[in-house]
């Protein structure tokens, strides 16, 4: 019941949460500023199909049929958790960070941005997680590690393709989802965000939606990643023991 509860909150929350964001989070450098030149630093700009929709007083992400999506998925991430077993702590603190991922997963593909504050919101849920680690430096940890390899994979996209292949938001979320889940959950999130973005990628290009050059939204990849993680891969140290 309280599974099905949460649900309904946070499937319909998602979607009316996303619709009142104020817009300045949006706000991003315009690389294509023709003032950079002069004060070398391009000026923030908001994500023309955001102001479009504000301007016509459309949502910016429709209820129909989002919300029911959203509910839906969040009641199988909710119900499969309770069945699974674990405290109701647990399963809230888990669809606490489904929910953040999701809203920087539809920033990401509507916009192509993904505002700062998600990130800053799961630095902090990553307090209900410290009970969980085995160490108390364990968050710190996963933290650095997720850090450390998107700067490394950062490294080696501008070596070898001289083109970031990693943005800030990206580095943050992984760094975050680091403080989250620690070392071994940060390494797991992103080997399936990779491999699930590389599917992913593949499909558009194959069906002419995309090609080789663009720069598609990854954190839907990443949204994927991580619910595949708390549902299935959470307890993996104790699953592998046990066996």
Not at 37 to 66: C, F, H, Y
Request: charged share 15%; glycine share 8%; hydrophobic share 55%.
């Amino acid at each position: 019941m309280i599974a099905i509860i949460l649900a309904v909150i946070f499937g319909s929350g998602s979607v009316v949460a996303f619709n009142h964001i104020q817009p300045k989070w949006f706000e991003d450098y315009d690389e294509n500023d023709p003032a950079r030149e002069i004060t070398g630093t391009p000026r923030k700009v908001l994500p023309p199909a955001l102001v479009e929709a504000d301007n016509a007083g459309r949502q910016r992400l429709p209820s129909t049929p989002w919300k029911y999506a959203f509910t839906g998925y969040f009641g199988i991430c909710g119900v499969y958790l309770a069945v699974r077993g674990g405290s109701t702590a647990f399963e809230f603190s888990v669809l606490c960070v489904l929910f953040v991922v999701l809203e920087m997963a539809v920033s990401d593909q509507l916009y192509k941005v993904v505002p700062d504050q998600f990130s800053l919101m799961l630095a902090v849920m990553s307090i209900a997680f410290i009970s969980y680690s085995e160490n108390w430096w364990e968050p710190f940890a996963g933290a650095g590690l997720g850090l450390a390899i998107s700067l490394v994979i950062l490294g080696l996209g501008m070596l070898l393709f001289r083109t970031g292949s990693l943005g800030g938001a990206d580095i943050k979320f992984f760094t975050c989802m680091g403080l989250i889940t620690g070392r071994l959950g940060i390494v797991i999130i992103y080997i399936l965000t990779t491999l699930l973005f590389a599917a992913e990628s593949v499909i558009l290009i194959a069906m002419g939606k995309s090609t080789v050059r663009d720069s598609n939204a990854m954190m839907p990849a990443a949204c994927a990643a991580v619910t595949i993680y708390f549902l299935f891969l959470w307890n993996i140290e104790e699953i592998v023991f046990s066996l």
